[in-house]
């Protein structure tokens, strides 16, 4: 059985949820519940009082923070939605609440607790160099982006593509 504050924890971001819950629209909790499925939710910071989490996005060039106050039943993001609640904050709620029913303390972290972070591969295929870009934790590491080019052909005239059938390519091995 979880020690009694972590416990009284657990009820307080239940407490937030129910409350972003009532202060959102259907579609807003709905994409942040897709956002918080999709592992686009990585803690940054605990302070007990106030959880900073990032909220991943693919076609963004910035991450939104989202901090959560659950001892307040309050939350803040650096977007500009027009509802009180907005998708990433929403999206961190649900994700952290799922770490936490889990028994993890932030959710999108590896084993030793540390986030993500970008990594690039290099292989080459016949007369072709593959550039991949890659979000590396330890041990493993998730392709999101796929560069191929000619060899000899500089990178600005490479043809991109996403690979959207790699998720999990392999294990990172140390240089």
Not at 3 to 24: I, K, Q, W
Not at 60 to 81: G, H, I, K, T
Not at 108 to 113: I, K, P, S, T
Not at 126 to 150: D, H, M, P
């Amino acid at each position: 059985m979880p020690p009694t504050h972590d416990l009284a924890r657990l009820r307080r971001v239940r407490s937030l949820l129910a409350a972003m819950r009532a202060s959102c629209s259907a579609a807003t909790w709905s994409r942040g519940v897709q956002l918080a499925r999709s592992g686009a939710v990585v803690g940054e910071a605990d302070e007990g009082d106030e959880i900073v989490l990032r909220v991943r996005l693919k076609a963004a060039v910035a991450s939104p923070q989202v901090v959560l106050f659950p001892s307040e039943d309050e939350w803040s993001c650096d977007c500009n939605f027009r509802e009180d609640a907005c998708p990433h904050a929403c999206a961190a709620a649900i994700a952290l609440k799922q770490a936490r029913d889990d028994g993890k303390p932030m959710p999108g972290l590896d084993e030793a607790g540390k986030p993500p972070h970008v990594a690039y591969r290099l292989q080459g295929k016949g007369k072709k160099l593959l550039l991949r870009r890659v979000l590396a934790t330890e041990g493993r590491f998730s392709q999101f982006i796929l560069l191929k080019r000619r060899a000899g052909e500089p990178f600005g005239r490479g043809r991109v593509r996403r690979d959207r059938r790699a998720r999990t390519v392999g294990s990172v091995q140390p240089s």
